[in-house]
């Protein structure tokens, strides 16, 4: 009898061993990250990175100024492949009187990608709701950065004033340019004019002409090149400066070191090539915080020289205090 139960008890721990085990095997594989938000402080000014997911670039294929092999060197040498790929980050100011977000990833379209279009939903994962942000700056109008304006049921931002450089509105809603544009950009075109309607209609799209302060504490500076408009964004609380770039740069495992190195995406590469070399500069000799669109999320860090090119320097993970 004895016998006999403990056959039974071993065969029971045997099928509990074998279910137990397939039904570890058969969990679905969670395909997600962690909500993508990063919270610190700059000053007296509350800094939210919000993620927007990333987008595979082949820089091999897309950036000028250089040859395939050059790239693909750097590349190994950074531990990469020919497929990179590349964060979309947007940034949520508090200055104590207004919140501010400067670029809202893509948005809801999936125009670029699945891996694209999570702003929205981190910025609501991080503490805040879209109704309360007050106003939203763009670096420049390409849809990674200008689609996260529209949601599934219309404006994302109800009461916020949109802000931009006149000449990239002017180059970007002008029908007769899209007309004549490339085929491949006349979706940029579309696209912005898609996002931006429901708040012109609105009366709230308010343009701005080069460098100006917008808020006490957030500056506009005219950084042209990579589009006609393309701006920069100085954020100043107690003596300390962070500058959010746009599209300064795309492939930061080769563009610190080669600053000369532009993208098949740039307007005009020669001043996108002369901003660059300006705004590292700048950043390195004022130890600026550097908060990037296009860098490995949150994209926050410093640069400093290194010989004829720069070397970027991550921002130490941290808690809010």
Do not use: C
């Not at 808020?215 to 962070?242: F, K, N, W």
């Not at 296009?294 to 320097?313: D, N, Q, S, T, V």
Request: no cysteine; charged share 15%.
């Amino acid at each position: 009898m004895l016998k006999t139960k403990l056959a039974l008890s071993g065969a029971s721990l045997i099928l509990f061993a074998v279910l137990t085990s397939a039904s570890w095997a058969a969990a679905p594989l969670q395909k997600f990250q962690a909500p993508g938000f990063y919270r610190m402080m700059l000053g007296q000014f509350e800094v939210t990175v919000l993620h927007d997911g990333a987008i595979d670039l082949e820089p091999g294929k897309l950036l000028t100024n250089t040859t395939a092999p050059q790239v693909e060197k750097a590349l190994d040498a950074a531990f990469q492949g020919a497929v990179t790929p590349t964060s979309v980050n947007a940034f949520l100011i508090n200055t104590g009187e207004k919140l501010v977000l400067i670029d809202s990833g893509v948005g809801s379209s999936g125009a670029l990608g699945p891996g694209l279009g999570q702003m929205l939903q981190n910025l609501v994962a991080s503490g805040y709701q879209p109704g309360q942000v007050d106003e939203v700056y763009f670096t420049h109008v390409h849809p990674d950065h200008v689609g996260g304006l529209l949601a599934p049921g219309g404006e994302a931002f109800p009461n916020a004033v949109i802000r931009l450089d006149r000449r990239e509105l002017a180059y970007w809603t002008d029908a007769e340019r899209a007309k004549q544009a490339p085929e491949a950009q006349r979706p940029f075109f579309q696209m912005a004019v898609s996002a931006l309607k429901p708040y012109q209609d609105a009366g709230r799209i308010k343009p701005f002409e080069g460098s100006v302060e917008l808020v006490p504490g957030i500056r506009a500076i005219s950084a042209p090149g990579h589009t006609l408009g393309h701006t920069v964004y100085d954020v100043e609380s107690e003596g300390l400066h962070m500058r959010v770039w746009g599209d300064v740069m795309h492939v930061g495992a080769i563009q610190f070191a080669q600053p000369q190195v532009t993208i098949a995406f740039d307007t005009d590469s020669p001043a996108a090539a002369k901003t660059r070399a300006q705004v590292f500069s700048q950043v390195a000799e004022e130890r600026a915080l550097v908060a990037a669109a296009h860098l490995p999320f949150p994209g926050l860090g410093h640069i400093r020289r290194m010989g004829a090119g720069y070397e970027f320097i991550p921002y130490p993970y941290g808690g809010v205090k």
